[in-house]
């Protein structure tokens, strides 16, 4: 059984917009309101984040995460790991390092971004981590047997990952065939649908709708919102049956 928390649905700005006076934005419904796309995967033995971003340590703190044995990132924009310095706490509270798991790419921007974290006599205090390479073989985190699902976000290459009967897959504009075998036969499935209207490195709303009907997952949820998709409460009841709206909070479970 995988326990699967929505921590954020939002784009890389997140909703609302700052200084944005749009309907979505002035909505009073709190699905309306997004941090940045992430998202919490616990078995019985095993608690783990995919990406930590600007909004992590909020993330953490409104959902209660006193515990995590890993991180894994999909890919080294800042909306998907700028808040990696904020493993800190969970450093201080099991006296080990967190383990990183990441391809060799994002590897560069974390070094590069944190390098604080990897001098050999730093101070007392900073982030403790262990970086894992993610190659294309499946590896394990606990008892989580995660696939990469190589994805493109325009030219940057973007891991999905499935996990069990359980897929996720964020900011994407193209997957191939071979990729898309990795995710059929999911029984649940997390996809990035930016907006309805166009845009050069992220789904469009139809495009998500196109890709999940052609995929049969029972069951789909959609994340990785611009402002510009519009009211949840409006948007949702005309999405077709097996396709739901995530939003920050939403917890559900996968047999």
Known sequence: MLNITILG?????????????????????????RLR?????????????IDTTPDFRYQMLRTNTTHLD????????????????????????????????????????????????????????LPEMMLHTIHKDPFKVGD????????????????GFRIGDFSYITDVNYISEPEKEKIKGSKVLILSALRPEPHPTHFTLNESIALATELEIPQVYFTHFSHQIGLQAQLEPQLPSFIKMAYDGLQFSVE
Do not use: W
Not at 11 to 16: A, I, L, Q, R, Y
Not at 37 to 49: F, G, L, R
Not at 75 to 90: S, V
Not at 144 to 159: D, G, K, Q, S
């Open 144 to 159: 989580l047997l995660f696939t990469p699902i190589e994805v493109m976000h325009r030219e940057l290459p973007v891991l």
């Open 9 to 33: 649905s939002g784009t890389s700005t997140g909703v609302p917009l700052i200084g944005c006076d749009c309907k979505v934005c002035k909505s009073n419904d709190p699905r309306d309101s």
């Open 37 to 49: 796309t992430s998202i919490k995967i616990q078995s019985n033995n095993t608690s783990v984040v």
């Open 70 to 125: 890993a991180v894994v990132f999909t890919h080294p924009h800042r909306d998907h790991y700028a808040g990696l310095d904020d493993i800190r706490p969970f450093n201080f509270h099991s006296n080990k390092p967190m383990q990183i798991y990441a391809n060799e790419i994002t590897q560069v921007a974390i070094k590069r971004d944190f390098y604080y974290a990897f001098e050999k006599n730093k101070d007392a205090g």
